[in-house]
């Protein structure tokens, strides 16, 4: 059997100071797709849950969907290096909890898993990786709790979001993202940590940008305003959908067979 080799987490820590492009993926088709377009990177995002499942929240989001969609991912893209999303409850009660988690999730193709918060996390960054799982760290805007208090609205803390990126570092990530953070506190996380930072909605100063596929590809209506489209599939798979009904109404679809010359001498 051919041997996958997918880029490692060390070639992505070698990235600081780059600029990378990181995308979300949930199925064997896009990760393909995304893969083909030279993204190396992709993340499997707890966004399943609102993006593909239909939530209104990524805290439903179990483990085992987790599990389901890196595997998906994994077979669509051999080589691009798989974060995994540790979804809500599976990685906060305890640090065996997490390393279990962490387990499953690299068991079903993920490279490295990534999970949200801050200080209070660092034990759980340490107990993952002192178990060879190569861990990203969330900060900002944390959805798997900002509906239950840490909120939705764009961090500024600066004093605190440094000393949590320090932490993280310290506990042994090797990237962490900064989802909606003051501009110029990620740039001054970016310019701190030895680790790449990772932005979504957090400026052009962060070494990678990450987006979710579906707000890229226009698939996803409640898309946040600093996502970029950059292309219309929602619009265009209505369209495609919708000549395909009109085409079996109008009786255009399928074809009718075409008569053998033998039926044509027999009934023709
Ligand atoms: O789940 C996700 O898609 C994410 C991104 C918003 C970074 O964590």
């Known amino acids: 059997m051919a041997v996958v080799r997918r880029l490692g987490s060390a070639a992505i820590r070698s990235r600081k100071g780059g600029r990378f492009p990181v995308v979300t993926a949930y199925d064997a088709p896009f990760a393909r797709c995304a893969e083909a377009a030279g993204i190396d990177v992709l993340l499997v995002g707890d966004s399943v849950g609102m993006v593909v499942l239909g939530y209104d929240a990524?805290?439903?989001v179990e483990l085992s969907d987790m599990c389901r969609h890196a595997s998906a991912v994994a077979r669509g893209a051999r080589h691009a290096h798989l974060i995994v999303d540790m979804p809500f409850g599976s990685y906060e009660p305890s640090d065996?909890?997490?390393v279990?988690?962490?387990v499953a999730l690299v068991k079903s193709g993920a490279g490295s898993v990534k999970l949200e918060g801050g200080a209070a996390m660092a034990p759980r960054i340490?107990?993952?990786?002192?178990a060879g799982i190569p861990v990203?760290?969330?900060?900002g805007v944390l959805p798997q709790t900002a509906a239950i208090g840490s909120g939705?609205?764009?961090k500024t803390d600066r004093a605190a979001l440094i000393?949590?990126?320090?932490?993280?570092?310290a506990a042994g990530a090797y990237a962490v993202v900064l989802e909606m953070v003051d501009e110029q506190c990620a740039a001054d996380i970016t310019e701190s940590l030895a680790i790449p930072t990772i932005g979504i909605g957090s400026g052009a100063s962060c070494d990678g940008q990450v987006l979710v596929l579906h707000d890229v590809l226009g698939l996803y209506p409640d898309a946040p305003s600093f996502a970029r489209r950059y292309a219309e599939l929602a619009t265009a798979a209505t369209e495609a959908l919708?000549?395909?009904?009109?085409?079996?109404?109008a009786g255009s679809f399928p074809p009718p067979a075409p008569r053998s010359v033998s039926a044509l001498n027999a009934h023709g």
């Open 58 to 60: 990524t805290v439903p």
């Open 96 to 98: 065996a909890d997490a």
């Open 100 to 102: 279990r988690a962490a």
């Open 126 to 130: 340490a107990a993952i990786v002192n």
């Open 136 to 139: 990203v760290a969330h900060l």
């Open 152 to 154: 939705f609205k764009r």
């Open 163 to 169: 000393a949590d990126a320090h932490a993280i570092a």
């Open 242 to 249: 919708r000549a395909y009904g009109d085409d079996v109404r």
